[in-house]
C-alpha cells in the first residue's frame, strides 16, 4: 500500500520560514517524480513545484521562485519543501504527489498525471 505522509506544517508570520517534508512508503521512490501543489480555501488546487526522479532540474511555479527549494533523498524516500519569505498568500493546504510516468521533458505541473496523494499539511501565514 502506497502511502505519502507530510509533515511540518504550522502557523508562521509573514517573512518566516517552513520545512516541509513527505515521506513516501510502499513504492519504489527513485522511480517516481515528485511534486508538491497547494490549495487554498476557495481556489482550485495549484502546482507549487517538482522535482525529477534523480533530482535534477526542479520546476517551480513562478509565484514561489526564488523563496521555495525542493529536494529529495531517495535514500530516505523523502521529499522536501523548503519555504523561505513566506507571504499570506501561501496560506494553504499542501500536498505532496508521486508521478510514475517517465516524462523526456522534465516534469509534469498537471495534478491528473500523479498517481498517489498524501492527505496534507496545513500551512498558515499571518500578516
Known amino acids: 500500500q502506497v502511502q505519502l505522509v507530510e509533515s511540518g506544517g504550522g502557523l508562521v508570520q509573514a517573512g518566516g520560514s517552513l520545512r516541509l517534508s513527505c515521506a513516501a512508503s510502499?513504492?519504489?521512490?527513485?522511480?517516481?517524480?515528485m511534486g508538491w501543489f497547494r490549495q487554498a480555501p476557495g481556489k482550485e488546487r495549484e502546482f507549487v513545484v517538482a522535482i525529477s526522479r534523480g533530482g535534477s532540474s526542479p520546476n517551480y511555479a513562478d509565484s514561489v521562485k526564488g523563496r521555495f527549494t525542493i529536494s529529495r533523498d531517495n535514500a530516505k524516500n523523502t521529499v522536501y519543501l523548503q519555504m523561505n519569505s513566506l507571504k499570506a498568500e501561501d496560506t494553504a493546504v499542501y500536498y505532496c504527489?508521486?508521478?510514475?510516468?517517465?516524462?523526456?521533458?522534465?516534469?509534469?505541473?498537471?495534478?491528473?498525471?500523479?498517481?498517489?496523494w498524501g492527505q496534507g499539511t496545513q500551512v498558515t501565514v499571518s500578516s
Open positions: 510502499g513504492l519504489t521512490f527513485s522511480n517516481y517524480a
Open positions: 504527489a508521486a508521478d510514475r510516468s517517465y516524462r523526456p521533458f522534465g516534469t509534469s505541473i498537471l495534478g491528473d498525471n500523479y498517481e498517489y
